[in-house]
């Protein structure tokens, strides 16, 4: 059964950092492209950015320059680097492998606060 985990949510400042984690397991990770999407409050869940499984990588215009997507084969996990974090960024983030069907994670929530 595939399964995606996501950690490093929490409260940050803006300006600040933080790196999302996406561990994956029960699939071939390396085979599949994966995503980060978020969902503000009372909004459509919107992507934020994508990565294939051959490391070639798209951003939504709003987080480009400032997010960065990664994976690793050996840890079978994504990553999502999140520096410059405004209040607007504040949403549950998700993961998602796209396998043969689309695997999601339960979610991981970011709040840019002062």
């Known amino acids: 059964q595939v399964q995606l985990v996501e950690s490093g949510g929490g409260l940050v400042q803006p300006g600040g950092s933080l790196r999302l984690s996406c561990a994956v397991s029960g699939s071939a990770f390396s085979l599949y492209n994966m995503a980060w999407y978020r969902q503000a409050p009372g909004k459509q869940r919107e992507l934020v950015a994508h990565?294939?499984?051959?490391?070639?990588?798209n951003y939504a215009d709003s987080v480009k320059g400032r997010f960065t997507i990664s994976r690793d084969g050996v840890k079978n996990t994504a990553y999502l680097q999140m520096n410059s974090l405004k209040p607007e960024d504040t949403a549950v983030y998700y993961c998602k492998i796209e396998s043969w069907r689309d695997y999601w994670g339960q979610g991981t929530q970011v709040t840019v606060s002062s």
């Open positions: 990565i294939t499984h051959t490391g070639s990588t």
